[in-house]
């Protein structure tokens, strides 16, 4: 009994309670942070081996998965970060609030969908699907973005009265139907046009013409099924940084005269600089160390080669395949946790840059009077 007479007082208790509370996430603070540091440990001593191994010439082995990792991670950012970058710049600054509450959920929930469920549909779906209408998903990747410059152009040049009607909040209302009208376009034309000009097999025309091989799960498989995984991610904290610029910042700029898309480049986007820079960061981390759907829809080939059309192997798949295997103290076995060491070092820091450039865009926006 007399421990709780300590906390007579409502206050002693509620101060109780916080310092608990603190302590708790104080050590949990600490915890990570010693296991992040236990398992960089691990790494290193484990590595430091092949320092002493003969054939420490077979590190050049791990050359080709450096190479795939970057190539994969580059084809996913080229399909993820237009569209999540766009999509954010369009629900922050011209989305109406209503349509905005009901959107963004929907597309941060497309985050919780399993790499695994995204790899086996790409791998056993999407990658047969290409292989037999190449020309067909290289029309659709190239002329939606030219169509939606040009349905852009012509509202531009459309009355006031009409613009009134089509307004930039409502876009989303009839931009859709018009890309899936120059969608179901691209796809009506494209089988001719490959008989036409390449004699109705656009892969094998490559092959013959340019050199270019083509295996079914390539680098393209890989960008459209991991750009979709960075998608999510990138879009829901390019948003948040977009829609915490100060609205003072937009409405002085428009109120000394420019339009919304001069306040949209000159204004928004220097300001959420930081923040956009941040949700690449986090992108490229999650884009580097995917391993499911890389392992699923690559083909698995460790190859040093631009062709888009070929396989890759990138270190975290490389990782998954071979170590169960590798017997421990062998020179495969040092190499893949010397893989496995960059691929942490490489998160590390990019998720750590992150965290600094948010917090400077914290300051940046405190010093502006944002909230």
């Known amino acids: 009994m007399s421990a709780f007479r300590r906390f007579a007082s409502p206050l002693d208790l509620r101060r109780f309670k916080d310092r608990l509370a603190t302590g708790l996430i104080t050590a949990g603070g600490i915890t990570v942070l010693v296991a992040i540091l236990a398992i960089g440990i691990f790494l290193v001593g484990e590595t430091l081996p092949l320092l002493r191994l003969p054939e420490t010439l077979a590190l050049a082995k791990l050359s080709p998965l450096l190479f795939g990792t970057f190539k994969a991670a580059l084809a996913a950012l080229l399909f993820a970060v237009p569209v999540a970058l766009g999509a954010a710049i369009y629900s922050a600054l011209f989305m109406s609030p209503r349509l905005r509450s009901r959107i963004k959920p929907t597309m941060e929930m497309m985050e919780a969908v399993p790499g695994v469920v995204i790899g086996f549909i790409a791998g056993l779906v999407l990658a047969p699907w290409v292989e ?8 659709v990747i190239v002329w939606l973005p030219v169509s939606a410059a040009l349905i852009g152009v012509l509202w531009y040049r459309l009355g006031h009265r009409l613009r009134r009607r ?5 876009a989303g209302l009839w931009l859709v139907p018009w890309l899936g009208l120059m969608m179901a376009l691209a796809l009506w034309l494209a089988p ?6 390449f004699g109705n097999d656009l892969p094998l025309w490559l092959e013959r013409h340019w050199g ?3 295996t079914t799960r390539n680098t393209l498989i890989v960008g459209i099924a991991m750009g979709f995984a960075v998608i999510p991610s990138l879009y829901s904290l390019a948003d948040d ?3 915490d610029v100060p609205a003072a ?4 700029a428009q109120a000394l005269g420019a339009s919304r898309w001069q306040s949209l480049w000159r204004v928004a986007l220097p300001c959420a600089g930081p923040g956009l820079f941040a949700a690449l960061m986090i992108g490229i981390g999650r884009a580097v160390g995917e391993t499911m759907i890389v392992l699923m829809t690559s083909a698995n080939m460790a190859l ?3 062709n888009p059309f070929e396989g890759l192997r990138s270190v975290a798949a490389a990782i998954a395949i071979e170590l169960p295997e590798a017997a421990p103290g062998s020179l495969t076995y040092h190499v893949l946790i010397l893989a496995a060491l960059v691929l942490f070092l490489f998160t590390f820091i990019v998720n750590t840059l992150a965290e600094l450039v948010r917090q400077r865009l914290r300051r940046r926006y405190r010093l502006l009077g944002g909230k």
């Open 132 to 139: 037999r209408h190449l020309l067909s998903t290289l029309m």
């Open 166 to 170: 089509l307004s930039l909040a409502s």
């Open 192 to 197: 001719s046009l490959e008989q036409l000009w």
């Open 212 to 214: 270019l091989d083509y």
């Open 241 to 243: 940084a977009l829609a």
């Open 249 to 252: 910042l937009l409405e002085g």
């Open 304 to 306: 040093v080669s631009a």
